[in-house]
């Protein structure tokens, strides 16, 4: 088991920059599969990014590929998403997940533990 807390969302300008963070509590932590979600109200949640347990993979949905970065430092039981030219459409809230087996997904009914959520909004 895992827990997840979130934090760094707040208001940014478009192009500008943020960075998230995930604490896990948990004493496997580096096992885990994790992932970042983000959801807009009245909207399906979706994929952003997710990476393997060491950190060696590193996976994008095309609409943040190159403008987001998915980092974990498992010695500090952390979980990062830095993001860049931030627009609009980049406005949610994001969620940390955590996901007990090691293959590829992007579905977030696939992932078992899940952080509160941190919002992010970008403004034009």
């Known amino acids: 088991q895992v827990q997840l807390v979130e934090s760094g969302g707040g208001m940014v300008q478009t192009g500008g920059s943020l960075t998230l963070s995930c604490a896990a509590a948990?004493?496997?932590?580096?096992?885990?599969?994790m992932g970042w979600f983000r959801q807009a109200p009245g909207k399906e949640r979706e994929f952003v990014g997710a990476?393997?347990?060491?950190?060696?993979?590193?996976y994008y949905a095309g609409s943040v590929e190159g403008r987001f970065i998915i980092a974990r430092d498992n010695a500090k039981n952390m979980l990062y998403l830095h993001m860049n030219s931030l627009t609009p459409e980049d406005t949610a809230v994001y969620y940390c997940?955590?996901?007990?087996?090691?293959?590829?997904?992007?579905?977030?009914?696939?992932?078992?533990?899940w952080g509160q959520g941190t919002q992010v909004t970008v403004s034009s």
């Open positions: 990476i393997t347990d060491n950190g060696g993979s590193k």
């Open positions: 948990g004493r496997t932590f580096n096992r885990y599969f």
């Open positions: 997940a955590a996901r007990r087996y090691y293959s590829y997904t992007t579905s977030a009914s696939d992932y078992d533990y």
